[in-house]
C-alpha cells in the first residue's frame, strides 16, 4: 500500500508537465460542463418564476349571496390541485384596479357603478401547473353554479409548455454531448499519461505485480487531477458567476450540492479516464507481444533443409 | 520443474513458431537455447512465464499448467521466474538501486524487508558501488548485471535470459557468464537463449537446439552454422 500511495505521489510531481496538461483538460471539461449545468439550473429557475406566476381566476356572476360564495369557495378547494383559494370582492377588485391604473385615469371616472365582478382567485400546487391539468380543473370549476367565467391564460401555457419541452431536449441533448466529450478528451488525455509509462507497466507485469498493484496507482493518480481540475473550474466558474449577477439580476450560480456534484463529477472523470487508459494499455501491452515476432514467414508444411 | 509435452505455437494460421516441442528442464540445471533468430527461441521461453500459451499442447510450470492456469495466478508463476532481456529492459527515470528494489516494491514485499534483500542482490552481482547511478550511466555489462539483480531477487527456481550478452561487450560478456554460473551453482537453473556458439563450449551445461520451431540435435546446428566444423 505504501508503494501504491508513493507511485502515484510520484507520477504526479515525475510528469509535472503531464500532470499540469490533464489537470488543465479536465478544468476546461469540467468548465464547459459546469456552465452547462449552470445554465440548465438558470433555466429551470426562469421557467419556475413563469410557472409562479400561473394563477386561476373564477369570475362570479353577480348577485350571489355570501353563503353560496362560501359554498362554491369550499367546493373549488376541494378539487384535486388546487393548493388555495382566496375571494376577491366586487369592491377589492376595483380598488387592486384603481392601484394598478393609478388613481385619477380618466378611465375610472367614466364608470358610473362598478364593472368588475367579485372572483376567486385559485392557486395550483406546482405540480397541477401543466395545460392539462389546468384545464382539467378548470371544466370541473365551470360546472359549479354561479361561475361566470374562469381565465388562466390558457394560450400563453401552451406557448411556455411548448418551450419548456423544446428546451428540455435541447438541454438534454447538449448535456450527453458535453458529458460524452469530456469523458472522451479527458480518457485520451490521460492515456497519454499512461502510454508515457507503458515500459514502466510492462515490467511491473513482467516481475509478477498483481493488476491492482499495476493499476492503483495511475487511477489515484487520475482521481486527484480529476479532484484538482474540478476544483478550480468550479473557482473560476463561481467567480464568473458572481461577476454576471453583478449586471443581470436573477442569475443564480449552482448551489451547494450542484457544486458538489461537480467535484464528484470531476473525481469520477479522472477515475473513468485512468481506469480505462490502464487498462487498455494493458491490453495492449499484451497484445502486442502476443503478435508474431519479427523474421521470416514460414508456412506449413515445411521441410527441414 | 518445467515440462513442455507436445506443444505447437501458430502465429496467424499459417505461421508456426514451435512445432512439437517436447522438453523438459530440470531442477538446478544449466541449460542452452540455440538456434537463429526466428527459430522459435523467444517464444518458447515467453511461454515459461506464460506470457504466450501454446495452441496445441501443454506446459507445465512450478505445479501451474498452461491449460488451467487463472489469469490471477500468473503474476504467484511470475515471481517465482526471473527474466532478462537483450536490451535490459531498465528504468530510465531511476537509479540502480531503485531499479532493484522495484521488483519487490510492486510484488507487496514488506517495506523492512525491500533495503535488505536489495543490497544483497546489488552485492551478489557486484554493483553495490554503483547503486546511486542511473542507467544511461552504466555500459551495457554492468546494465545487464542490474537487470539480472533485479531478476534473482525473489529467489527464482529458475532464471530466464533471451539473448543476455547480445548488447554486452566481450568482458561484459564474460562477467555476465560468470555470474549466471555462480547463480546456477547456488541451485537456481537457467534457461539461456543465444546463437553466440563460442559461448557453449566452456560450459557444461545441456544444450537445447531448434529450428524452424522444432527441436533438433544442436550438433546438426553447429555442423551448418560451421560446415562441419564444431
Known sequence: MIYIIQEAVKGFFKNKSMSFITIGIITISIFIFGLFIAGTANMLNVIKLAEDRIEMIVYLKDNLKAEEIKLLDEQIATILGVQQTEFVSKEQALENFKKEMSENSPLLSAFESNPLPASIKVTVSMAYKTPEYLREISEKIKLFSGVEDIDYGSEWIDDLDRIIKILFFIDIILGIIITLSSVFVVFNTIRLTVYARREQIDIMDLVGATETYIELPYIIEGIVHGLFGSLISTALLYSLFSFISTKIPNVIFLNSSLTVFMVFFGMILGFTGSFMSVKQCMNEIREVKRLEPVGKRKTLPRSVK | ?230
Open chain 2, 1 to 230: 520443474m518445467i515440462n513442455f509435452k507436445n506443444v505447437y505455437k501458430y502465429y496467424k494460421k499459417d505461421w508456426v513458431a514451435l512445432n512439437n516441442v517436447n522438453l523438459s528442464i530440470e531442477k538446478g540445471q544449466f541449460n542452452y537455447l540455440i538456434g537463429r533468430s526466428g527459430a522459435g527461441k523467444s517464444t518458447l521461453m515467453k511461454m515459461i512465464y506464460m506470457e504466450l500459451f501454446p495452441t496445441e499442447g501443454e506446459i507445465e510450470v512450478a505445479g501451474y499448467n498452461t491449460k488451467s492456469i487463472k489469469q490471477n495466478e500468473i503474476p504467484m508463476l511470475r515471481r517465482k521466474i526471473g527474466v532478462i532481456f537483450q536490451d535490459f529492459k531498465l528504468l530510465k527515470d531511476r537509479n540502480v538501486y531503485d531499479n532493484v528494489a522495484f521488483a519487490l516494491q510492486v510484488t507487496g514485499e514488506k517495506y523492512s524487508n525491500i533495503r535488505k534483500k536489495t543490497l544483497e542482490a546489488l552485492a551478489a552481482v557486484k554493483m553495490s558501488h554503483k547503486r546511486n547511478s542511473f542507467p544511461y550511466q552504466l555500459s551495457g555489462g554492468e546494465q545487464q548485471k542490474v537487470a539480472i539483480a533485479r531478476a534473482i531477487i525473489k529467489e527464482p527456481f529458475i532464471l530466464i535470459a533471451d539473448e543476455p550478452t547480445g548488447n554486452v561487450d566481450p568482458e561484459g560478456t564474460r562477467d555476465i557468464l560468470e555470474l549466471l554460473f555462480e547463480i546456477n551453482t547456488r541451485g537456481t537453473a537457467i534457461l539461456m537463449a543465444t546463437h553466440d556458439y563460442s559461448l557453449i563450449k566452456k560450459s557444461v551445461g545441456k544444450v537445447i537446439g531448434l529450428r524452424d520451431g522444432k527441436l533438433v540435435n544442436p550438433d546438426d546446428i553447429f555442423k551448418m552454422e560451421f560446415g562441419g566444423q564444431q
